[in-house]
T-cell receptor
Framework: KNQVEQSPQSLIILEGKNCTLQ??????????LRWYKQDTGRGPVSLTI?????NTKSNGRYTATLDADTKQSSLHITASQLSDSASYIC?????????????FGSGTRLSIRP | DTEVTQTPKHLVMGMTNKKSLKCEQH?????MYWYKQKAKKPPELMFV???????INESVPSRFSPECPNSSLLNLHLHALQPEDSALYLC??????????????FGPGTRLTVT
């Protein structure tokens, strides 16, 4: 069964600190993995997208890693800012020759405290 | 232009009303999606249009009726909704459904409240 599990469910850290969010998946055949940031009541915004051959990808203070062997990904946020408070969703795509299927994780709710 | 727009931003409707949600993109994407998202939950796929044809209906009740008038527009017609249908409705688009590492672009959503 195709599943995407994220941990922790929620996280509170102080402004300026770093944090790492985890994503484990059992999706086959794997196509790509994306991390989205979603502010409350808004649509998700893409942070990074990684394919099978990519191990790490950065977008400013966000760095995503992918281990295709263990089927794990992480999103590392450095020097957190108040505006980083949001839900972070891991999304994995499975692709056959005819179509793609997208599986969403339940997200990690991150709160940055001043 | 990498934007997906949705109107209205907020909608309050009674259970006997008929209303429509609209979504528009001008990125030349040929796949468009409707998602429903309840609070603190991930988006749930409702419908997928590929090249203006309905390709996926995730067993959505008939009170939700999608329409794709052209490759840039996607509508969701609402009729006789229930209070439990209150949610954030997200529209997304992507290049298509089969090419490489295609990426979905999401709109800001319509916050729907059914009274």
């Amino acid at each position: 069964k195709n599943q995407v599990e994220q941990s922790p469910q929620s996280l509170i850290i102080l402004e300026g600190k770093n944090c790492t969010l985890q994503c484990n998946y059992t999706v086959s055949p794997f196509s790509n993995l994306r991390w989205y940031k979603q502010d409350t009541g808004r649509g998700p915004v893409s942070l990074t997208i990684m394919t099978f051959s990519e191990n790490t990808k950065s977008n400013g203070r966000y760095t995503a890693t992918l281990d295709a062997d263990t089927k794990q990904s992480s999103l590392h946020i450095t020097a957190s800012q108040l505006s980083d408070s949001a839900s972070y969703i891991c999304v994995v795509s499975a692709r056959t020759s005819s179509a793609s299927k997208i599986i969403f994780g339940s997200g990690t709710r991150l709160s940055i405290r001043p | 232009d990498t934007e997906v727009t949705q109107t209205p931003k907020h909608l309050v409707m009674g259970m006997t009303n008929k209303k429509s949600l609209k979504c528009e993109q001008h990125m030349g994407h040929r796949a468009m999606y409707w998602y429903k998202q309840k609070a603190k939950k991930p988006p749930e796929l409702m419908f997928v249009y590929s090249y203006e044809k309905l390709s996926i209906n995730e067993s959505v009740p008939s009170r939700f009726s999608p329409e794709c008038p052209n490759s840039s527009l996607l509508n969701l017609h609402l009729h006789a909704l229930q209070p439990e249908d209150s949610a954030l409705y997200l529209c997304a688009s992507s290049q298509d459904r089969t090419s490489g590492s295609y990426e979905q672009y999401f709109g800001p959503g319509t916050r729907l409240t059914v009274t």
